[in-house]
């Protein structure tokens, strides 16, 4: 079955960094493409960044370019999200999830983690 682990969350300040995990266990992640997507309190769920299963595309939607970048290391199972330039209005819970096609609809996504949670203070 598979299972994913998301760390790296935390406290930061305006204008700061951090680098997100998602471990995968039960499967071989080059079989999926990987998302990140996020949720503030009292928000929608929204698709933070998204890397294709050959590693050879990536999506971002435009409040995200230039400060986020997802990447992966297959001989580690492991996503991660490099978040640059932090604002306040990145805080929420941050998640990864796989999906066996690309699509950037989370319904699509079959497996998720239990996010990690990040505060972005101003």
């Known amino acids: 079955q598979v299972h994913l682990v998301e760390s790296g969350g935390g406290l930061v300040q305006s204008g700061g960094s951090l680098i997100l995990s998602c471990v995968m266990s039960?499967?071989?992640?080059?079989?999926?493409?990987a998302g990140w997507f996020r949720q503030a309190p009292g928000k929608e769920r929204e698709l933070v960044s998204l890397i294709s299963s050959a590693n050879d595309g990536t999506y971002y939607p435009d409040s995200m370019k230039g400060r986020f970048i997802t990447f992966r290391d297959e001989a580690k199972n492991t996503i991660y999200l490099q978040m640059d330039g932090l604002k306040s209005e990145d805080s929420a819970v941050y998640y990864c999830?796989?999906?066996?096609?690309?699509?950037?609809?989370?319904?699509?996504?079959?497996?998720w983690g239990q996010g990690t949670s990040v505060t972005v203070s101003s």
């Open positions: 999830a796989l999906s066996t096609g690309w699509s950037l609809w989370e319904s699509d996504f079959e497996f």
């Open positions: 039960g499967d071989t992640l080059d079989y999926y493409s």
